[in-house]
Nanobody
Framework: QVQLVESGGGLVQPGGSLRLSCASSTNIFRSIFRISTIDWYRQAPGKQRELVAIVTSGGMSNYTDSVKGRFTISRDNAKNTVDLQMNSLRPEDTAVYYC????????????WGQGTQVTVSS
């Protein structure tokens, strides 16, 4: 059962912006979502899936070097969402973006969303 759902992908011109959102798709997982570490990954055609950004349950974040200064990850525990604000987009940012939740309570788990397509092209 898919526990996460992504939204906000689409087609944008180079230099443009998009905001992706990740949310729990089930009421059962919603209470766990807010204590999970949430990652955003992306996978471009013919390439391996790569980690883009991380936010912990406490709000600490980190980014892969290629997106630092352009992408911002944030979480709203009241809404049970984690957003990825993407600015100054480049053609090389084109990929399917996946939300990933992981944690250890009540047992070790990790869940993936089904992905959302981001295409940066003129």
């Amino acid at each position: 059962q898919v526990q996460l759902v992504e939204s906000g992908g689409g087609l944008v011109q180079p230099g443009g912006s998009l905001r992706l959102s990740c949310a729990s798709s089930t009421n059962i997982f919603r209470s766990i979502f807010r204590i999970s570490t949430i990652d955003w990954y992306r996978q471009a055609p013919g390439k391996q899936r790569e980690l883009v950004a991380i936010v912990t349950s406490g709000g600490m974040s980190n980014y892969t070097d290629s997106v630092k200064g352009r992408f911002t990850i944030s979480r709203d525990n009241a809404k049970n969402t984690v957003d990825l604000q993407m600015n100054s987009l480049r053609p090389e940012d084109t990929a399917v973006y996946y939300c990933h939740a992981r944690g250890t309570w009540p047992k070790v788990y990790d869940h993936w969303g089904q992905g959302t397509q981001v295409t940066v092209s003129s």
